[in-house]
């Protein structure tokens, strides 16, 4: 008993010199509230450097391989890379073009980081959620991935194609409310969303049979999804350059036809620059009809995305969902501009 007391203190003590002189250096080189955060926080971790040892064996190496990995692409890589546009047939950017990358990487790694570790059994679904919060088209690509290799979890992963573009309207909707409320979509726009996600509640409930749930929680192999991230850089690319030779045709204006053109790619920057008034000569009616019809062009966008991944067969379900989502938004534009 004395010799285990013994070394306790003895590792206490080191810490607390360890601490000291950490706190003499950082006083040193940092302004006095900086060294006291940065001393406090090294106090804490050496107080509880057992429980983090305990949680580093538990943690395989595959694992901090994976996470190298993503700091790697995040981290070292896109700061590199050029930001203005090296071609001009299109106006994308090397550094967008790797963003396109790691929006897919980073929607599959946090998917599989919220499956293994906080949700396992509802790790779809809160994936979906989250990650259509940063990019509904990104989770689509890597759940229809998914849904194609893993056709046991498959009505779970339909599911969640159709409710990551639920929350997808969301998302627009906290733009138009926060930049131009007047636009008026608050109605179209929440009723698109629940939509949505009743249509993916309703299948997602079919699929819980007794033995889903257990293969369902599986997480995915391959955390980072890379050739599914360079395959959607390589559409990104493909898409941007019509979409340019699109816009450049003489008699191809029209703010609607530029909003069924945007569609096909990111349609937050356009969703915004209308919210915020980036075209002030624009009446809200026009605004708000081009808006949906990103919208609903996106949603088709994202139906051809899980086809060309998954198969036929296995997108029947979230393509005829997506597709529904379209008509929706599309006749809700008709409404508006034939009402007015």
């Not at 429980?51 to 700061?79: Q, W």
């Not at 790694?109 to 259509?132: K, N």
């Not at 109605?187 to 997602?204: E, K, N, Q």
Request: with cysteine.
């Amino acid at each position: 008993m004395d010799v285990g007391r013994t070394a306790q203190c003895r590792a206490h003590g080191a810490d607390l010199q360890l601490a000291g002189l950490f706190a003499r250096t950082c006083g040193a080189v940092l302004t006095a509230l900086v060294a006291v955060g940065v001393t406090v926080t090294a106090v804490l971790l050496l107080t509880a450097r057992a429980k983090l040892h305990d949680f580093a064996r538990r943690i395989e190496l595959g694992e901090i391989v994976t996470a190298g990995k993503f700091l790697i692409l995040t981290g070292l890589m896109l700061p590199l890379l050029p930001n203005e546009p090296v071609t001009r047939f299109t106006e994308i950017t090397p550094h967008q073009v790797w963003l396109a990358v790691l929006a897919v990487c980073t929607v599959s790694y946090a998917s599989y980081l919220l499956q293994r570790y906080v949700a396992p059994a509802g790790g779809v679904l809160w994936s979906a959620v989250l990650c259509g919060l940063y990019s509904s088209t990104a989770a689509t690509v890597v759940l229809a991935r998914r849904a194609g290799a893993e056709p046991v979890a498959l009505r779970q992963l339909q599911s969640g194609i159709i409710l990551a573009t639920s929350v997808m309207y969301l998302r627009l909707l906290t733009i138009v409310a926060v930049f131009n409320w007047p636009l008026g979509l608050t109605p179209t726009l929440v009723l698109l969303s629940a939509f949505g996600a009743i249509v993916a509640g309703l299948w997602y409930r079919r699929a819980h049979g007794p033995a889903s749930p257990a293969a369902a929680s599986e997480p995915p192999s391959n955390p980072l999804e890379l050739s599914t991230a360079f395959v959607f850089a390589a559409l990104f690319i493909a898409i941007s350059l019509a979409s340019t030779w699109v816009k450049s045709r003489p008699g191809s204006g029209g703010i609607e036809l530029l909003a069924a053109v945007v569609g096909v790619s990111d349609i937050d920057p356009f969703v915004l620059s209308l919210a915020r008034g980036g075209a002030p000569v624009l009446p809200v009616l026009v605004g708000a009809v081009a808006i949906l019809i990103a919208a609903a062009s996106n949603n088709l966008l994202k139906a051809a995305y899980t086809v060309s991944v998954a198969g036929i067969r296995v997108s029947m379900v979230p393509v005829a969902g997506l597709s529904l989502l379209a008509a929706g938004g599309l006749a809700a534009a008709f409404w508006i501009r034939s009402s007015h």
